[in-house]
């Protein structure tokens, strides 16, 4: 059975910064490509960042400026999520996603098979 766990969510003041990680069990993780997506208060949910199975690849959202780096330890089978600079705009549901399909199309929620149930982050300012 596939489980992403997501951890390192909470309240932290603007400017701050956080670390979020995903566990990945049940998976060959070192053959996925690696997502972080995230869903605000009656939003979309939105793609935030992810990176290519090799790990020699990323793609960031297009209001990430920056702020925030993806990578990963596929001996720990674990992804990460830094986030500098949080600004109230990021508070949202951050999730977790792996999947196997082509890096053509790293920012589509259809391209990730695997979900994680979410970490919430909040930003106070």
């Known amino acids: 059975q596939v489980q992403l766990v997501e951890s390192g969510g909470g309240l932290v003041q603007a400017g701050g910064s956080l670390r979020l990680s995903c566990a990945a069990s049940g998976l060959i993780f070192s053959v996925y490509n690696m997502a972080w997506f995230r869903q605000a208060p009656g939003k979309e949910r939105e793609f935030v960042a992810a990176i290519k199975w090799t790990g020699d690849s990323t793609k960031y959202g297009d209001t990430i400026q920056g702020r925030l780096t993806i990578s990963r330890d596929n001996a720990k089978n674990t992804v990460y999520l830094q986030m500098n600079s949080l600004s109230d705009e990021d508070t949202a549901v951050y999730y977790c996603?792996?999947?196997?399909?082509?890096?053509?199309?790293?920012?589509?929620?259809?391209?990730?098979?695997?979900w994680g149930q979410g970490t919430q982050v909040t930003v106070s300012s």
């Open positions: 996603a792996a999947g196997r399909s082509s890096w053509l199309w790293p920012t589509r929620q259809y391209a990730y098979e695997y």
